[in-house]
Antibody
């Protein structure tokens, strides 16, 4: 069955970098766009980024544009989020989420359990 | 990319019906029939409850239904059950290849 398993979270100082991974077995990974969504402590969900099924198109929320990079390796069924120049306000649980349709209609049918990123000195 | 507006909390007794509203603008909810709703129990993975305004995924109870009028989408839960107690988030395509979520609504089953 579909599984999404995030890893790579942890405590990092402001200005440093971190790379998150999301392993996604159980479906034809190369057919679907993949998203990252985050939830800051006590806050709601915030969409972060999306990558197309083949990696050719990437889009970001304004809050992370220029600092975060989404990528994927279809041979490893894995999507990544490279986070640079981290700020305290990036502290959140980061979820990866699978696009619900092959034609990308911007809803998410499976989510991972999330990985916590804490940006603090 | 301003968040969609949801009530912070709603409550109802078992067996009752409740509706959660989700208000956006003509640039997001009002322009696209791509509103989805997610149930989130803290510490767990969010779960898709409604997609494309009113469609229900396989396995989701028919007690959950969605609708939209103008810039406002709604999630209705009928026959409330204790297990429905959770946070609920709406989500809409917002154009320019971006997505916006609502602030979330905490549902309490009394």
């Amino acid at each position: 069955q579909v599984q999404l398993v995030e890893s790579g979270g942890g405590v990092v100082q402001p200005g440093r970098s971190l790379r998150l991974s999301c392993a996604a077995p159980g479906f034809t990974f190369s057919d679907y766009a993949m998203h990252w969504v985050r939830q800051a402590p006590g806050k709601g969900l915030e969409w972060v980024a999306v990558i197309s099924y083949d990696g050719s198109k990437k889009y970001y929320a304004d809050s992370v544009k220029g600092r975060f990079t989404i990528s994927r390796d279809n041979s490893k069924n894995t999507v990544y989020l490279q986070m640079n120049s981290l700020r305290p306000e990036d502290t959140a649980v980061y979820y990866c989420a699978k696009e619900g349709t092959r034609i990308q209609l911007w809803w998410f049918d499976y989510w991972g359990q999330g990985t916590l990123v804490t940006v603090s000195s | 990319q301003s968040a969609l507006t949801q009530p912070a909390s709603v409550s109802g007794s078992p067996g009752q019906s409740i509706t959660i509203s989700c208000t956006g603008t003509s640039s997001d909810v009002g322009s696209y029939n791509v509103v989805s709703w997610y149930q989130h129990h803290p510490g767990k993975a969010p779960k898709l409850m409604i997609y494309e305004v009113s469609k229900r995924p396989s396995g989701v109870s028919n007690r959950f239904s969605g609708s939209k009028s103008g810039n406002t989408a709604s999630l209705t839960i009928s026959g409330l059950q204790a297990e429905d107690e959770a946070d609920y988030y709406c989500c809409s395509y917002a154009g320019s290849s971006t997505v916006v979520f609502g602030g979330g609504t905490k549902l309490t089953v009394l």
